[in-house]
């Protein structure tokens, strides 16, 4: 079966200016997770999607991220304007409703905010 | 609040020799716990899992409720082992995952 997909795999950007992620998790997969990964540690949750509507946001920085998945599929997460400290790895991640353990991990998007 | 800590960034070990990665948890009630591995240039991905007590590409993983810990053990270390490893916590089994600062396993010759 095909992965998680995600584009742009890179992305610079000048701070204050917008940008925007795209995720296409595994077919099936109802469960859909934005992690950030800043460099030096693990992933951070941002947000969980169940089908189209969001289990948890409780660390998404909501006066400036955005998130959303259309028809519970594809899912974009945005950030405007963008600061210096969002530089990371922004990793998408799904799982299927009968193995509730696995998530399975895109290859990420490497933002980095000069 | 659930909390993750590896404390080694970087472990470094001959071949053949016994590797133990280590992670403590904090979490009031009781977790599901994982553990991740990233190999250079490629995604991250599931390595293990507690609950299920298995034994993936030699590596095991005994969960400490005494000691809330979940180190990650394999008797002889193979050069193909190096990577990045983390460990998470979930606090049930539709819940978010929190993971560990990650430590760097370098299996030398």
């Known amino acids: 079966e095909a992965g998680v997909a995600q584009s742009p795999r890179y992305k610079i950007i000048e701070k204050r200016q917008s940008v925007a992620f795209w995720c296409n998790p595994i077919?099936?997969?109802?469960?859909l997770y934005w992690y950030q990964q800043i460099l030096g540690q693990g992933p951070k949750l941002l947000i969980q999607f169940q089908n189209n509507g969001v289990v948890d946001d409780s660390q998404l920085p909501k006066d400036r991220f955005s998130a959303e998945r259309l028809k519970g599929v594809d899912s974009t997460l945005k950030i405007q304007p963008a600061k210096l400290e969002d530089s990371a790895v922004y990793l998408c991640?799904?799982?299927?409703?009968?193995?509730?353990?696995?998530?399975?991990f895109g290859p990420g998007t490497r933002l980095t905010v000069t | 609040a659930q909390r993750v800590t590896q404390p080694e960034k970087l472990l470094s070990v001959f071949k053949g020799a016994p590797v133990e990665l280590k992670c403590n948890y904090s979490?009031?009630?009781?977790?599901?716990l994982f553990w991740y591995v990233q190999y250079s240039r490629q995604r991250l991905q599931l390595l293990l899992r507690?609950?299920s007590r298995e034994s993936i590409k030699g590596f095991t993983a005994d969960l400490n409720k005494g000691e809330t810990s979940f180190h990650l053990k394999k008797p002889f270390a193979q050069e193909e082992d190096s990577a990045m490893y983390y460990c998470a916590l979930s606090p049930g089994t539709a819940s978010k995952l929190t993971f560990g600062t990650g430590t760097r396993l370098q299996v030398t010759l």
């Open positions: 991640a799904s799982r299927q409703g009968t193995t509730p353990y696995e998530q399975y």
């Open positions: 979490y009031s009630g009781s977790p599901e």
């Open positions: 077919s099936g997969h109802a469960t």
């Open positions: 507690h609950i």
